[in-house]
């Protein structure tokens, strides 16, 4: 299988032209990040994700991550030298904050390099994703002790962090979670409890793990409201910083899985001894209000995830559609033997992959510029203008791109055929490593109902018609150009923002009365909204492709295939937005008639 290569032409066209990187850089306290510097940041990253992390991907999936009779986790050959080649470059603190040495590179470019990390190995990459988000929770509401204590080797990379939520009876409804937490004399608690599904619970790649624990005090109240965050290193820190005595918490399995062999998801006993402590972070009984805010930020990072994936399973199909020799010419006499690129349906399967690749990549990047806007802007204002905006589209980052990772990933097996069946082409490994992407951080059920209810109908659609305003201004700047492609692109959008609004419309005047009916929508609704967005940044990407052209100068050819890649998704993929409207609108009749036995 061929190694990844970094796609930087795309997304230094995003960094110049569709989320300019130099009005990002203007930002008090935002980075001195400029073009230059945000090119160069991303060629490096690309060389490190092809050169190092790409060619582990197969090892980890083959070999995994194993329990050891002793109870630690090994991960696979080569993982613990690329993780410290990751540290000493840097990258784990890329985007951190520099009181804790990071080095506060703008979350627009972070995005783009952490891109480059899911398309070359996404298991190694969620280690310091987790890690990050781990970081987030300190930042929020740890007290200046935990942040001084933990922050600098968190942020270093020296160690690693996770989010530790679910237990067996408590996946998606938090409000069930058992795991106790009680106060000691000297400030601490004793947990006990156990949860699963820990992404990189315990592995090899560093000395200390450090936990973020949703659990319960003895006196709190029953559901959602008693639960508190607590942190829990896996082994205690002396005050000189240096490791302490084992603090109690283990691996007692790994989960085997579908996919993302080569990270270790474990099962996780804390307190089996009976000592294992923590700290409270912020205030008791207001975890889930503290996770749920750094939650957002792992949303969106599992949709670089699917955005990762879809770059990566579109390359190999591509390199293999051009190497695969089988049959003639379509419409010619020719008995020659042709690249199964050149027949008509390849060559479909293909840009719809480029297509959607490309717009979940544009949507991603748009929603990062506005997360360091909404951070670093001086107006307030537009801070909460840019806040409300990055609210409206995570759910769209997370389940549209991992949506999109799943359907591109199965599209690339469809591409080779038989072979693509076959392990060894690689193809069937992403679609694998793509499936959880649309379960985890909360399934894309989930974020479509959040979508609908606390971005939709809360604010009665007063958000996202901001965006359809920006939708309908484009489409508005299509039609000046008097121009057959970008016409075509200008129609298919205009009547994919009529949908959108339609629904918008509907769901906002039905959810207060009939929230059953409302949710039944909620899925087409997301998807509708993720279709419609998705063209809406490719026209933007193709009508400055025109103006680039019109001027002459070098890289015709790129211009030009962005313009065919809006016309290709205004014609196959947004089309299909009236009909989703429909769906949203009039389909849940069916739904909510149907008996259980019936089903």
Not at 237 to 245: H, Q
Not at 400 to 425: C, K, N, P, R, Y
Not at 535 to 561: E, M, N, P, T, V
Request: proline fraction near 3%; aromatic fraction near 6%.
């Amino acid at each position: 299988m061929r190694d990844y290569s970094a796609p930087l032409r795309d997304m230094q066209f995003l960094l110049r032209e569709i989320a300019p990187i130099d009005e990002i850089s203007k930002l008090p306290g935002c980075g001195d990040v400029n073009l230059e510097v945000a090119e160069a940041i991303l060629k490096e990253a690309g060389k490190f994700a092809g050169g190092v992390l790409s060619p582990l991907n197969v090892v980890g999936d083959r070999e995994g991550a194993k329990l050891l009779p002793g109870g630690e986790v090994k991960t696979a050959t080569g993982w613990k030298e690329a993780y410290r080649q990751f540290v000493d470059g840097g990258w784990n603190a890329l985007s951190c904050e520099p009181e804790w040495g990071g080095q506060g590179v703008p979350r627009l470019v972070s995005a783009l390099v952490e891109e480059m990390w899911n398309s070359a190995n996404t298991s190694f990459a969620l280690c310091p994703m987790l890690t990050r988000g781990a970081i987030e929770s300190v930042e929020l509401k740890g007290s200046e002790a935990l942040k001084r204590t933990y922050l600098p080797k968190l942020t270093s990379g020296e160690w690693t962090g996770t989010m530790v939520l679910t237990e067996p009876q408590a996946g998606s409804d938090l409000s069930a979670v058992r795991t106790r937490a009680v106060k000691q004399a000297d400030g601490s608690y004793l947990l006990e409890g156990q949860k699963i599904f820990i992404t990189y619970g315990d592995h090899d790649l560093t000395p200390n793990v450090i936990h973020l624990v949703l659990a319960r005090t003895p006196d709190a109240p029953e559901g959602v409201k008693g639960i508190s965050l607590f942190l829990v290193p896996k082994f205690l820190v002396n005050e000189d910083g240096s490791l302490g005595a084992f603090n109690d918490v283990k691996a007692v399995s790994l989960e085997h899985k579908l996919g993302i062999h080569g990270s270790p998801t474990a099962v996780l006993a804390f307190g089996d001894g009976g000592h294992c402590r923590g700290w409270l972070v912020g205030e008791e009984n207001r975890g889930l209000e503290y996770m749920f805010i750094t939650m957002n930020a792992a949303r969106y990072s599992v949709g670089l995830e699917g955005v990762g994936l879809s770059e990566r399973a579109y390359q190999v199909a591509l390199q293999y559609a051009k190497e695969r020799l089988q049959g003639t010419e379509l419409g010619t006499k020719s008995k020659e033997k042709v690249a199964i690129l050149r027949h008509p349906d390849v060559r479909r399967m293909l840009l719809l992959m480029k297509a959607r690749t490309e717009s979940v990549r544009a949507i991603a990047a748009v929603t990062a510029a506005a997360m360091d806007t909404a951070r670093c802007h001086p107006d307030a204002a537009e801070k909460a203008r840019s806040q409300a905006f990055v609210e409206l589209m995570i759910p769209i980052v997370k389940a549209w791109s991992t949506d999109t990772a799943t359907d591109v990933a199965s599209l690339g097996i469809q591409v080779h055929g038989g072979m693509g069946f076959i392990e060894e082409t690689g193809a069937a490994q992403f679609y694998r490593d793509a499936r959880i992407t649309q379960i985890y951080e909360g399934t894309n059920g989930i974020q479509a109902a959040d979508l609908i209810g606390r971005k939709v109908a809360r604010d009665k659609g007063e958000a996202i018609k901001e965006v359809i305003v920006q939708m309908r201004e484009v489409e508005t700047a299509l039609e000046k150009e008097r121009d057959d492609a970008l016409s075509a692109v200008a129609a298919r959008l205009r009547d994919g923002v009529v949908a959108l609004e339609q629904a918008v419309q509907w769901l906002v005047a039905i959810s207060g009365a009939d929230v059953r009916r409302a949710a039944v929508g909620a899925v087409p609704f997301l998807e509708l909204f993720g279709t419609v967005t998705g063209g809406w940044q490719l026209a933007r990407a193709a009508l400055i492709s025109k103006r680039h052209l019109a001027a002459g100068g070098d890289d015709a050819a790129f211009y030009q295939a962005k313009i065919q890649t809006a016309r290709f998704y205004a014609d196959h993929v947004l089309v299909k937005a009236a009909g989703l409207a429909r769906t949203v609108v009039s389909g849940a009749d069916a739904v909510l008639a149907i008996e259980d036995e019936q089903l």
